[in-house]
């Protein structure tokens, strides 16, 4: 599957921002989605995965919702009350895995090329 993701911006601080990945290629609805983010000079790390039935699992609590449009093949990544240390290229991943919701980069099988975010204070 081939994945797009766009949506990334400077934003300040307290502001919002919406992430979009387009898939293509395969069944997007069979795919378990997530996005990762990776800033300068630190590994790569997981933010939120979201099944194929919808439930979602996350690493920033209250603050960034993951939601699917199976019928537009497209995951989105809301991004409230954001916070300089949010800065970072932000990555969305597929895995052909369904439980348990993997959160490891390992866990996952494609990649989009990442979209800048940073976030001034």
């Known amino acids: 599957v081939q994945l797009q993701a766009f949506g990334g911006g400077l934003v300040q601080a307290g502001g919002s921002l919406r992430l979009s990945c387009a898939a293509s290629?395969?069944?997007?609805?069979?795919?378990?989605m997530a996005w990762f983010r990776q800033a300068p000079g630190k590994e790569r790390e997981f933010v939120v995965a979201?099944?194929?039935?919808?439930r979602s699992i996350d690493s920033v609590k209250g603050r960034f919702t993951i939601s699917r449009d199976n019928a537009k093949n497209t995951v989105y990544l809301q991004m409230n009350n954001l916070k300089p240390e949010d800065t970072a290229v932000y990555y969305c991943?597929?895995?052909?895995?369904?439980?348990?919701?993997?959160?490891?980069?390992?866990?996952?099988?494609?990649w989009g090329q990442g979209t800048q975010v940073t976030v001034s204070s």
């Open positions: 991943a597929a895995s052909s895995r369904i439980a348990p919701i993997p959160t490891f980069r390992g866990g996952f099988d494609y």
């Open positions: 290629g395969r069944t997007f609805s069979n795919y378990t």
């Open positions: 979201i099944s194929r039935s919808g």
